[in-house]
């Protein structure tokens, strides 16, 4: 790899070694151990889009590398304001820096700013085109929760809800479990946020079991994963804006999946989740629920991004040979209502 810019420019063997990788930088995600590989090394995280935690999640697994971190948030404190091009910029930035992660509200915005240079440029969302690393993480989650439940990825059924029109992280997903194939993936969106035909119709050709269904009504019992997303209303239309109302029927909550899906069924979200009253994203019913993973799922991502940065600064055979304990105090969970396997 030189860039990661979409899914499409992985193939399996890439993404099994960088979930190999990932696996070896557990101990230092998890702050057991320590490791300055990439120090010296300069990241750049320009993010001209709001994110918490795909920005922080980014520069956090940098800095476990030993590398440091420069932040550009906005397009207010940018040169871009001034009106300058991407080409410019990533030129620019490029001889500051040893690696850039952007963000741009723009769909094939970071593609466009990574042909101006040979750094390594890593996508972190292009408006409502693709989020790759969101992907990879949400895969690591996957086989670590399948592992701990002793499944298998091979013939599993993965049920994606919520914004899938607008939901970058669904396209990368979707693409992604294709390479997997044979896998079910069953799609229900509200009306006028349904996944992209032509993106069903490419992973059906690859192999991939794709069923579209029109609410959350029926039996669920045999899906293993359930990915619901939020809605994205800062990118609609006035129009769409106007006629958008969206009920309680494509809300995924505790009594969803104890009436239609099963005890195993884990619960994934890319974050943020709206959790106001009236927004009908993923339910906080659910916090405490063991089968709820988006806290692992974040948590995951600190090992992925870190195995992306290595991988693209070809440091990733170094790690074994450059770890030491940490000398602070971790403790033994992060939230206080971490379900203990």
Same mark, same amino acid.
């Given at each position: 790899?030189?860039?990661?810019?979409?899914?499409?420019?992985?193939?399996?063997?890439?993404?099994?070694?960088?979930?190999?990788?990932?696996?070896?930088?557990?101990?230092?995600?998890?702050?057991?151990?320590?490791?300055?590989?990439?120090?010296?090394?300069?990241?750049?995280?320009?993010?001209?889009?709001?994110?918490?935690?795909?920005?922080?999640?980014?520069?956090?697994?940098?800095?476990?590398?030993?590398?440091?971190?420069?932040?550009?948030?906005?397009?207010?404190?940018?040169?871009?304001?001034?009106?300058?091009?991407?080409?410019?910029?990533?030129?620019?930035?490029?001889?500051?820096?040893?690696?850039?992660?952007?963000?741009?509200?723009?769909?094939?915005?970071?593609?466009?700013?990574?042909?101006?240079?040979?750094?390594?440029?890593?996508?972190?969302?292009?408006?409502?085109?693709?989020?790759?690393?969101?992907?990879?993480?949400?895969?690591?989650?996957?086989?670590?929760?399948?592992?701990?439940?002793?499944?298998?990825?091979?013939?599993?059924?993965?049920?994606?809800?919520?914004?899938?029109?607008?939901?970058?992280?669904?396209?990368?997903?979707?693409?992604?479990?294709?390479?997997?194939?044979?896998?079910?993936?069953?799609?229900?969106?509200?009306?006028?946020?349904?996944?992209?035909?032509?993106?069903?119709?490419?992973?059906?050709?690859?192999?991939?079991?794709?069923?579209?269904?029109?609410?959350?009504?029926? %039996?669920?019992? /045999? $899906? @293993?994963?359930?990915?619901?997303? +939020?809605?994205?209303?800062? *990118?609609? &239309?006035?129009?769409?804006?106007?006629?958008?109302?969206?009920?309680?029927?494509?809300?995924?909550?505790?009594?969803?999946?104890?009436?239609?899906?099963?005890?195993?069924?884990?619960?994934?979200?890319?974050?943020?989740?709206?959790?106001?009253?009236?927004? %009908?994203?993923? /339910? $906080? @019913?659910?916090?405490?629920?063991? +089968?709820?993973?988006?806290? *692992?799922? &974040?948590?995951?991502?600190?090992?992925?991004?870190?195995?992306?940065?290595?991988?693209?600064?070809?440091?990733?055979?170094?790690?074994?040979?450059?770890?030491?304990?940490?000398?602070?105090?971790?403790?033994?969970?992060?939230?206080?209502?971490?379900?203990?396997?």
């Amino acid at each position: 790899m030189s860039h990661l810019l979409s899914i499409d420019s992985l193939s399996r063997d890439d993404i099994d070694h960088l979930m190999r990788v990932a696996a070896k930088m557990e101990p230092i995600a998890q702050r057991r151990k320590i490791t300055r590989v990439l120090e010296g090394a300069v990241l750049g995280n320009l993010f001209f889009e709001a994110s918490t935690r795909t920005r922080v999640s980014f520069h956090t697994a940098f800095s476990r590398l030993g590398g440091s971190v420069c932040d550009t948030t906005g397009f207010t404190f940018s040169s871009m304001a001034k009106g300058e091009s991407l080409y410019d910029t990533s030129r620019v930035m490029a001889g500051y820096c040893d690696a850039i992660v952007m963000r741009h509200p723009d769909k094939g915005s970071v593609a466009e700013f990574a042909r101006a240079t040979h750094v390594p440029v890593i996508n972190a969302g292009d408006g409502p085109g693709e989020h790759p690393s969101q992907a990879l993480l949400d895969f690591y989650t996957i086989d670590k929760e399948f592992a701990r439940q002793g499944k298998s990825l091979k013939g599993a059924h993965v049920l994606m809800t919520g914004d899938l029109k607008f939901g970058r992280t669904v396209h990368s997903l979707i693409k992604l479990l294709a390479l997997y194939a044979p896998l079910r993936v069953t799609l229900v969106a509200p009306p006028g946020l349904e996944m992209p035909s032509e993106l069903i119709e490419r992973v059906s050709q690859q192999g991939l079991d794709v069923e579209v269904r029109e609410n959350l009504a029926g %039996n669920f019992s /045999d $899906v @293993d994963v359930v990915y619901t997303t +939020r809605i994205q209303k800062e *990118r609609f &239309t006035a129009e769409m804006e106007e006629g958008f109302n969206l009920s309680r029927d494509f809300t995924v909550h505790r009594a969803f999946l104890n009436e239609h899906c099963n005890d195993s069924t884990i619960v994934m979200h890319p974050l943020p989740r709206d959790s106001r009253p009236d927004a %009908n994203d993923l /339910d $906080v @019913d659910l916090n405490g629920d063991p +089968r709820l993973a988006i806290f *692992r799922q &974040t948590d995951n991502g600190i090992p992925v991004r870190m195995a992306i940065f290595a991988t693209l600064l070809k440091v990733e055979d170094q790690i074994d040979k450059d770890l030491r304990d940490v000398k602070w105090f971790v403790p033994e969970t992060v939230g206080v209502d971490d379900a203990r396997f």
